[in-house]
């Protein structure tokens, strides 16, 4: 009977460091584990205006900026981007740009996060980098 009562106080703590645990390992999962494809969102400045814009990553490589709205002097663009492993991607076939970049990803399956390593277009820079939100679809 003694021995079932301590089983029974420690059972708690038992359940505390399953769930700590659980939240250890999934804690440790790498950016580049987590999937980039899916379409987020976030509002750039243009002209002293905000616009909303979604950037979505096809699981093909294509990247795609789409403004919400008409933006006057904006179209939507579409390039290739491919996934060089360490948290890193690389865009390709940039008509506007003609050169290809280098960018860090942080993605969390929520929020992602391009900070160029490598980039020489800052019409491109401004318009994807920084921080996105993932769309609910």
């Not at 979505?56 to 996934?83: C, F, K, Q």
Request: aromatic share 8%; proline share 4%.
């Amino acid at each position: 009977m003694r021995i079932l009562r301590q089983l029974t106080i420690l059972k708690p703590a038992f359940s505390s460091l399953f769930i700590l645990l659980v939240f250890l390992i999934a804690g440790c999962t790498k950016s580049s584990e987590l999937t980039l494809v899916g379409t987020y969102t976030r509002n750039v400045i243009i002209d002293e205006q905000a616009w909303e814009v979604n950037l979505m990553l096809t699981d093909d490589g294509y990247l795609r900026w789409i403004p919400v709205d008409s933006i006057p002097g904006h179209t939507a663009s579409e390039v290739r981007y491919r996934n060089e492993g360490n948290d890193q991607i690389v865009i390709y076939d940039d008509a506007d740009c003609g050169t290809e970049a280098v960018y860090w990803h942080v993605v969390d399956g929520v929020n992602l996060n391009l900070l160029p390593l490598q980039e020489s277009c800052l019409p491109r820079e401004g318009a994807i980098s920084g921080d996105w939100k993932k769309v609910n679809q």
